[in-house]
């Protein structure tokens, strides 16, 4: 230390030495309040960073989490077997034995008026469901059953809590008289809530209590599906071609500067193409995944091509020199050594790159993936929504239990997205450099 | 010999025995300030006039040098000068450099190695290469020997492949260390195996030929004692052409000594002479230790 000093008093020449001494220390501190100061800068801006995701999720739960439950409405339903042929059982007038059952838990209500508003505590589908029911098991006609149907959503809204029974009518979806029979049918047990299972089984609907996701859960699968089998060997093959092969001269590099730029491109941009081009020019059909998929994998190759040109580069050259040295070929060096050692790395690019495409809605949008449609899509080419283009959906629908099943979609989207990051950072974690 | 024959036959050239061509005394304007060896040995390799360019930058001018059969050949100088870049020549590893090209030949048995009816794969399956940093493949350590004998169909069944395997372990001390754990990671070894892994998987291909660029520089004085009695051993069969900064390692295990500077080929000859009796005055200082 003490020759330290020396050396840098004799440094400044001029200064008396005990000035040097308290210029050092000043700058010294000044340092030190520096370098606080910037961690605290960077401290904040995490604290902030976090602050806003804790508030977007939690935000999203809170108004979420009721969507997961659904309430339920127990019915004493009369099959009997004259008015059911079983031969041909879902000709049968099911509307007539729900009312009766519905309507004989109130005898005093009569007018049509008030027992359509009965009718209106349980979904408008329950005859449907009542039908394919029996189709299902014919052995319940002639018999009477205790079945649960599924509640309206102003029913639900109400025994979830979700609707404030103090507020005045005129200010509440549900009616005085509503609620007077609700508190009856919750008085004979007949009301229960459960996980709401449909939500995860069952496609679109006008009806918030039986609209559920799986149609659009499919339609992101098969639009993904035909994403990564077009972009996966296609990107594959031009980051071999382009690390491996490809002389270097002004047209590679033209075209490395182009593929950066393409995973720039806005989205929508990519929606416009996929419209005028698959649609409009080729003529394939509108919302198919197979489309929203060719669309999504023009997004999803440069993302592809850029993380497997960065994997391919990540292979020491000693391992190609290994190989062309006991005189492999090009194209041996490059399937042999190369791409498998490249591969955990090509395979984290195209999972994030998949979880980029299973989030993109716009160009959705443009080719008609956000079409109302109550079926799961059967193949790639069936018209389709997808989790983004379904949440786009919801959001933009009036009913009140669609407010909570957006927020629901969005929880579901980002706990796919989590998954496959996670799946993502595992394999890089697993197979992070092995030579 | 086969292959390099059948490519002699489509060049149209008539070329004997390797035996036949013999190292003559040099000319002084092909090989400068060369000390003429006076017993005739075989040659397996020449290089005439050959320069070798990176981009723009020449890094080698005008060398001209044979390499005799199944002997050690060492190439010395200071790093920078163009060893590795010459020896990388041999077998045209230089192609695989983007923007490096070259002039002048490379005769191997007689033919141009840079001819354009030349088969690369086959030509560097002929001219093995062991490198400076040991690069076993992050594969099994049978895996590592079998996968040239693979690649080229050496071994028509399971058993010739064994068979190669357990050989080219052998060969290079390997056999009795590992025979319990064929099937590890090459890279579980240690520098020194791992090296004696990378010259058994060279000689598993069987080449006539194989060239060492800085073998043991990473390695420590045991591990290069056991690659330099390997060196030894596989002479008898070998054609070995070994790039060293170590003189010492030079004058142990050569039998001829080509000493390099600033890319150019100062002198070559017999070790002994080069190491006790050098011509030019650049090689009296390198090998004296006023430079390197
Ligand atoms: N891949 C390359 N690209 C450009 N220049 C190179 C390359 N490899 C070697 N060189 C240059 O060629 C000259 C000779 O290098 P090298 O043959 O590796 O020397 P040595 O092996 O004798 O140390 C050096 O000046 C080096 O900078
Ligand atoms: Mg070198």
């Known amino acids: 230390m003490s020759s330290l000093d020396q ?38 801006a995490i604290v902030f960073a976090v602050g806003m995701l804790a508030t977007l999720v939690v935000s999203l739960i ?13 019915l004493d339903i009369e099959l009997p077997a004259s008015e059911i042929d079983a031969a041909a059982p879902s000709d049968a007038n099911y509307g007539k034995f729900f009312r009766d059952a519905l309507y004989g838990l109130f ?43 599924t509640a309206s959503d102003i029913l639900n809204q109400l025994h979830i809590g979700a609707i404030d029974r103090e507020l005045p009518s005129d200010r509440r979806s549900i009616s005085d008289a509503q609620i007077a029979w609700y508190d009856k049918l919750v008085a004979q047990g007949r009301i229960r809530a459960v996980f709401n299972t449909a939500l995860f089984t069952e496609a679109d609907s006008r009806h918030p209590e039986i609209a559920g996701l799986w149609g659009a859960i499919t339609g992101s699968f098969y639009a993904l599906m035909v994403c990564f089998i077009l972009s996966f060997p296609m990107g594959i093959a031009a980051a071999v071609y382009l690390e491996e092969f490809a002389p270097k001269n002004r047209w590679t590099d033209l075209i490395e500067i182009n593929i950066n730029n393409l995973a720039a491109v806005p989205s929508i941009v990519f929606g416009l193409l996929g419209l005028a081009v698959f649609l409009n020019f080729f003529g394939l059909p509108r919302s198919a995944p197979l489309v929203g998929g060719m669309v999504l994998a023009l997004m999803t190759l440069p993302t592809i091509i850029i993380a497997g040109r960065a994997a391919i580069k990540a292979v020491p050259p000693s391992i190609r020199d290994a190989a062309l040295g006991v005189g492999a070929s090009a194209q041996q060096v490059a399937w042999h050594h190369t791409l498998p050692l490249a591969m955990p790395g090509i395979l984290t690019g195209t999972i994030i790159g998949l979880a980029q495409a299973l989030g993109e809605t716009a160009p959705l949008l443009l080719i008609g993936m956000n079409a109302f449609i109550t079926q799961q899509p059967g193949g790639i080419l069936e018209p389709a929504t997808a989790l983004p283009t379904q949440i786009y959906i919801w959001a933009d629908s009036p009913e009140r239990g669609f407010v909570s099943r957006t927020s629901a979609a969005i929880l579901v989207l980002l706990g796919f997205l989590v998954l496959m990051n996670g799946v993502a950072v595992w394999m890089r974690k697993r197979f992070e450099r092995r030579w | 010999m086969t292959f390099l024959e059948g490519q ?7 070329i004997g ?36 360019f990176y981009g723009e930058k020449q890094a080698l001018f005008d060398v001209s040098l044979d390499i005799p059969d199944r002997q050690i050949m060492a190439f010395i100088g200071p790093s920078g000068c163009g060893k590795s870049t010459f020896l990388r020549s041999l077998n045209r590893m230089n192609d695989t450099i983007a923007g490096c090209t070259m002039t002048g030949e490379v005769m191997v048995d007689g033919i141009n190695i840079y001819d354009r009816v030349v088969d690369v794969v086959e030509l560097r399956r002929r001219i093995g290469m062991v490198f400076q940093k040991p690069n ?10 079998a996968y040239g004998p693979r690649i080229h169909g050496l071994a028509s069944s399971k058993e010739e492949l064994d068979e ?40 598993a291909v069987s080449p006539d030929i194989i060239l060492m660029d800085e073998p043991c520089s990473a390695l ?73």
């Open chain 1, 7 to 44: 050396s840098l008093k004799v440094s400044g020449p001029g200064a008396a030495p005990d000035d040097a001494a308290a210029q050092r220390d000043r700058r010294s501190r000044r340092r030190k309040t520096a370098n606080l100061r910037f961690k605290l800068y960077g401290l904040a």
């Open chain 1, 62 to 74: 809170m108004t979420g989490y009721p969507a997961f439950t659904q309430t339920m409405v127990r």
């Open chain 1, 107 to 149: 005898p005093e209500v009569k007018s049509p008026p008030q027992r359509r508003n009965i009718a209106r505590l349980v979904t408008q589908d329950a005859e449907y469901m009542l039908r394919d029911t029996v189709v299902a098991y014919p052995s319940m006609i002639g018999k009477t059953h205790s079945i649960e149907f």
């Open chain 2, 8 to 14: 002699a036959e489509r060049q149209g050239i008539a």
């Open chain 2, 17 to 52: 025995a390797s035996g036949d061509t013999r190292v003559r005394s040099a000319s002084p304007a092909a090989h400068p300030a060369t000390v003429a060896t006076s017993e005739e040995t075989p040659i397996k390799m020449t290089a005439r006039k050959l320069s070798v």
């Open chain 2, 136 to 145: 076993p493949f992050p594969k099994s350590i049978y895996d590592n020997v």
């Open chain 2, 164 to 203: 190669i395997v357990q050989t080219c372990l052998a060969r290079t001390g390997l056999l009795d260390e590992v025979s319990t754990r064929l099937h590890e990671p090459g890279t579980s070894l240690s520098g020194g195996q791992q090296q004696r892994l990378c010259i058994a998987r060279a000689i």
């Open chain 2, 220 to 292: 420590d004085p045991i591990a290069t004692a056991r690659v330099e009695e390997l060196m030894q051993e596989l002479q008898k069969n070998y054609t070995i052409v070994i790039v060293t900064h170590n003189m010492q390692q030079a004058a142990r295990v050569s039998q001829r000594t080509a000493f390099f500077h600033l890319g150019t080929l100062v002198e070559w000859g017999m070790t002994e002479q080069i190491f006790t009796s050098p011509v030019d005055d650049r090689t009296q200082g390198y090998i004296t230790g006023r430079y390197g």
